[in-house]
């Protein structure tokens, strides 16, 4: 340290002494804190018969200052929301009325800051199930966990949205090196919540900077192993807009820490020992969806149930025993559509690839050229020769191999010529890539949910080009629900205003490049998707 200055009194010395430093003045501008701020609380359902609001415990607070660039609120429970707008809503959950102190700070530039207290009466008549209390706490206090041994037990999705994990599905022990896995939540009877973390927790950069934890490692978006301790803080039930959920006070978190108003709406507690949370971030981006069990680790949890089909009677299939495609059930499509099939494919379809041998369908990728293309493959579809509303659809099949291969089983509306795409709605049973071989996918498109933006659903597969697997939909009024090798992974809710109310029409195909496809392997000659059979059941 005594080096240090006597190198900076030189430097100043040389400075002042022997160049005549010319002092400079920058000018800032003047930093001043947020004026004339207001806050209006709006307590939901308040009238002058009820004036402490409709008992939903909901209040709407809107926030206004000049000068001010985000606003703060910080409630009694320990818990906050940052908003720019200023617009928040909160949800008080203690049964009856009782009077909140909120405080309310705006920033401005150069984190200044001005901010006032508001009190605020709420009336909360809300009083949850027992039988949902009982499953949380048990005989007094039950301990939980997050469930890693399945997938889609950590993920992300819209805020909003009604498919857990649509953007992001974690597979089974994929998060086992970041410090979530090992922590335990224990809920207790006289409304404590305690966080065992061994030491470490896990969550989003820029928001476990709240915790003050120390260490850990940034990747990405997330920060894996913070330092940081056991702590207990204080738990409660509401239901607003009628969707039961639980809300920590303080830091309490599950899984992820993401700030925000530590609120998780329960989307599903129907499992003997399992529920399914999800929860807005701070920065209101996503929905952070957790799949949390009381079952002990190892135990192996509850045994899936076996799904239930409605539909028992076969109406269609095709078992590919011939040693050609059978015309009277299928049409050949072919060439390269427009923009590669609306996809960027990079093939050419011709019928020469679509083959009947050993009881398989084999639909066959090439690097050959044809027509101004450099690979070619095949695809076939059953418009105007079979098509149906509602049923079951089985596909037995095995992937092709390599880098850019994209192989798909799907099903377009039978209006498709009429309405065009997305209008007449898809069905996507199975896609799969040979640049992510462990996992495939299924979708839906829809108007507002198409292309980039349909609603997925994903999951693990193992050897999907050397054996194989059985690739189900299960298509009603109520819910679209898809399976492999029998078990349910993704479940979509039907509704009277989509398109899947009306026949469709099979398709199959193995597509090169495009986007799903990806990059193709330099070194891919050929490759081939094998189907053992497609059976429709209603």
Same mark, same amino acid.
Not at 156 to 174: C, D, R
Not at 233 to 261: H, M, V
């Given at each position: @340290? &005594? ?12 400075? #002042? ?28 359902? =308040? ?10 415990? =909901? ?5 206004? #200052?000049?000068? !001010? ?18 617009? $928040?809503?909160? =949800? *008080? ?54 469930? +890693? ?17 649509? %953007?992001?599905?974690?597979? !089974?022990?994929?998060? !086992? ?50 330092? *940081? ?15 039961? /959920? ?69 109406? %269609? ?6 040693? +050609? ?15 590669? %099939? ?42 105007? &020769?079979?098509?149906?509303? $509602?049923?079951?659809?089985? +596909?037995?099949?095995? @992937? ?7 192989p798909a089983i799907w099903m377009l509306g039978a209006n498709f010529d009429e309405v065009g795409w997305p209008e007449t709605g898809e069905i996507d049973i199975m896609e799969w890539v ?5 996992? /495939?996918?299924?979708?839906?498109? *829809? ?41 349910? *992974?993704?479940?979509? /809710? ?7 109310? &009306? ?18 392997? +330099?070194?891919? =000659?050929?490759?081939? @998707? ?9």
């Amino acid at each position: @340290m &005594k080096n240090i200055f006597l190198k900076l009194t030189f430097v100043m010395a040389l400075c #002042a002494g022997l160049f005549s430093c010319a002092e400079e003045d920058y000018d800032i501008g003047e930093i001043s804190s947020p004026t004339n701020l207001q806050v209006d609380a709006a307590v939901v359902g =308040q009238s002058g018969e009820m004036p402490n609001g409709d008992g939903s415990g =909901q209040v709407t607070f809107n926030a206004t #200052a000049d000068g !001010a660039m985000t606003y703060k609120y910080v409630f009694e429970n320990g818990s906050s929301a940052t908003t720019s707008s200023g617009i $928040y809503t909160h =949800q *008080f959950s203690e049964t009856g009325t009782k009077t909140y102190t909120v405080n309310v700070i705006a920033y401005g530039p150069g984190g200044t800051a001005t901010s006032m207290i508001v009190d605020v009466e709420v009336l909360v008549t809300y009083e949850p199930p027992k039988e949902l209390i009982d499953k949380l706490v048990g005989d007094g206090s039950k301990e939980w966990r997050i469930k +890693a041994e399945v997938p889609g037990h950590f993920g992300l999705g819209p805020v909003g949205g009604v498919v857990p994990v649509e %953007w992001y599905s974690a597979g !089974a022990n994929e998060k !086992a090196n970041a410090g979530m896995y090992d922590d335990r939540y224990i809920f207790n009877e006289d409304g404590t919540f305690t966080h065992i973390t061994n030491g470490t927790v896990f969550g989003r950069a820029g928001l476990i900077d709240q915790l003050g934890g120390s260490g850990g490692t940034v990747e990405g978006a997330d920060v894996l192993n913070l330092e *940081f301790g056991d702590y207990t803080e204080n738990w409660s039930i509401s239901a607003p807009g009628g969707n039961e /959920t639980i809300n920590l006070t303080g830091i309490g978190f599950i899984g992820y820490y993401i700030g925000g108003d530590h609120q998780y709406q329960i989307f599903d507690r129907s499992g003997t020992n399992d529920m399914i949370l999800k929860s807005t971030d701070g920065n209101g981006e996503f929905d952070w969806w957790f799949i949390i069990t009381s079952a002990e680790e190892g135990a192996g949890g509850e045994e899936p149930e076996e799904f239930q089909t409605e539909f028992e009677d076969l109406l %269609w299939s095709d078992e590919f025993d011939g040693d +050609a495609l059978d015309t009277d059930n299928w049409n050949y499509e072919i060439g390269n559509g427009t923009n590669g %099939w609306g996809n960027g494919e990079v093939q050419y379809y011709t019928e020469d690839n679509v083959t009947v041998q050993d009881g398989n369908l084999v639909i066959t990728a090439k690097r050959e050229s044809e027509s101004g293309f450099e690979f070619t493959s095949g695809r076939i579809t059953t418009q105007d &020769k079979f098509e149906f509303t $509602y049923g079951r659809v089985e +596909a037995r099949a095995k @992937m092709p191999e390599g880098g850019g291969t994209w192989p798909a089983i799907w099903m377009l509306g039978a209006n498709f010529d009429e309405v065009g795409w997305p209008e007449t709605g898809e069905i996507d049973i199975m896609e799969w890539v040979g640049n992510n071989p462990g996992e /495939t996918s299924s979708a839906l498109h *829809f108007p507002g949910n198409s292309g980039g933006n349909a609603v997925v659903g994903r999951t693990p597969i193992s050897n999907a080009s050397t054996e194989f697997h059985t690739y189900t939909v299960e298509w009603t009024s109520e819910n679209i629900t898809l399976l492999l090798d029998g078990e349910v *992974f993704f479940t979509f /809710t039907n509704e009277a205003s989509l398109p899947f109310d &009306k026949d469709f029409f099979l398709i199959m195909n193995v597509a090169m490049g495009g986007g799903l496809g990806g990059e193709i392997d +330099a070194n891919f =000659q050929e490759s081939s @998707m094998e189907v053992d059979y497609v059976r429709v059941y209603q």
